[in-house]
């Protein structure tokens, strides 16, 4: 007599996969809207920088606000929160945006990376094109070098 473990399984995990994609896309929504990043130039996962410099208080005080709660706290709620905040924002760009075209560039290459290579391909058979037809141009019968 088989015992057939996999459906059940494969219920809960997938179960739980929906959960987990459906808090992510609400936190990434809320991180999108306002803002908030991590950053790069932070201790651990530089999420108490980024909160500080996204709420415009000293880093030094949040963290000291991080670090007893922490403590008064135990691991389980503060240290998970931190570690999930960590995994689920977004790095800080490298250089800032200018308008809403870098800023929509940046999202789209954080949220899906294939499809921002893809947009730089496109860009780049675009430009060949345009070579391939001005040497073409150049080169063609029309245009003689006397």
């Known amino acids: 007599m088989r015992r057939r473990y996999g459906h059940r399984r494969n219920g809960h995990f997938e179960n739980c996969k929906r959960q987990y994609s459906g808090l992510k896309n609400r936190f990434e929504s809320l991180a999108s809207s306002r803002g908030i990043y991590r950053s790069r130039r932070g201790i651990f996962m530089g ?12 880093v030094f005080w949040l963290r000291c606000i991080t670090l007893v709660l922490f403590l008064f706290t135990g691991f389980w709620p503060i240290g998970v929160m931190y570690i999930i905040a960590g995994l689920l924002l977004k790095m800080e760009p490298v250089s800032p945006l200018h308008d809403e075209k870098d800023q929509e560039f940046y999202d789209t290459y954080t949220h899906s990376r294939q499809s921002a290579i893809q947009r730089v ?8 094109r345009r070579i391939q037809r001005m040497e073409d141009t150049v080169t063609s019968k029309e245009f003689d070098w006397k």
């Open 121 to 128: 391909k496109r860009k780049f058979e675009n430009i060949e």
């Open 47 to 58: 999420v108490c920088r980024g909160l500080a410099d996204y709420f415009n208080v000293s």
